[in-house]
């Protein structure tokens, strides 16, 4: 990844509809150099695919809440059926399998808190492989653009700490 790369995904990353032309001009290329970076992006799996970005409260979903769950027995089949049943679930947005005290974290958005706190009790708590449920409801997301390039073992000043 170099520098070129990495400003046709920021800019991917603002606008998946821009046209190649729009992004060769924005990076300053040739447009025939955008289009083979960028399905060179896409064949290395850098780019994995192109979304739209929803607004869940314009859809009258305007309660997000991360819903941490933590899951008896601790095996691979029943953490990847957890998985699979909260991700089919129409109130999920995410679902993400993590290390600590929480086998699965859940992203959901809800109509409202009472919604939110009968789709947990009836839902969720119920359900016997689950030992723990615990909410937190969401008061702003910021999805970030652009992302930092991360340093590399050549480039990093040992000496200098991560901030």
Known sequence: MDAIDQAILRRLQRDGRQTNRELAEAVGIAPSTALERTRALRTRGVITGFHAAVDPETLGRGVQALISIRIRPQSREAIESTRDSMAALPETLGVF???????????????????????????????????DVRTTVVFDYVQPVEQGELPTAERRDRRTPYV
């Not at 699965?104 to 839902?123: K, M």
Request: net charge neutral; charged share 30%.
């Open 97 to 131: 399998v993590v290390t600590g005290n929480e086998d699965i974290l859940v992203h959901v958005a809800v109509p409202s808190t009472q919604y939110l706190r009968d789709f947990v009790l009836d839902r969720l708590a119920r359900r016997k492989e689950f030992v």
